[in-house]
């Protein structure tokens, strides 16, 4: 059996300057996978597009040097099971979304114990 997840991360700019990158970084169980991300753009959720980790990577650093002007994000695995999730430019009083899709084999585990040590990692 296969669980999936959906989590909505909100981004909120409170500020009057330009956030230019704003990161997230955080593990997931060992059999889990992110198999969707999305990130809203215009108030529309815009699902990503799975590109070799180094093009990803020059594609977001050079669109973080046309300071307040493109944005972009960039999902990537660290080390481990551990993720790292990166947003830039976002504009002043402006809200930004990120909506992960984590995919989990259950093999014996339940769904609730599944999700429950998710959140409970994420919470920490």
Do not use: W
């Amino acid at each position: 059996f296969l669980a999936e997840l959906r989590v909505l991360l909100v981004f909120e700019n409170q500020t009057n300057e330009v956030i230019t990158e704003a990161e997230l970084t955080f593990p997931l169980q060992r059999n889990a996978v992110i198999s969707g991300y999305s990130v809203s753009l215009n108030e529309k959720m815009i699902p990503s597009v799975i590109v070799e980790k180094h093009a990803a990577v020059q594609a977001f650093d050079r669109s973080t040097k046309q300071f307040n002007k493109t944005f972009s994000s960039l999902a990537q695995k660290t080390i481990g099971n551990v993720f790292n999730a990166k947003i830039n430019c976002i504009k002043p009083h402006e809200k930004t979304c990120l909506e992960l899709t984590i995919s989990q084999s259950l093999n014996s585990l339940t769904a609730t114990e599944v999700f429950l040590e998710f959140l409970l990692e994420v919470e920490d």
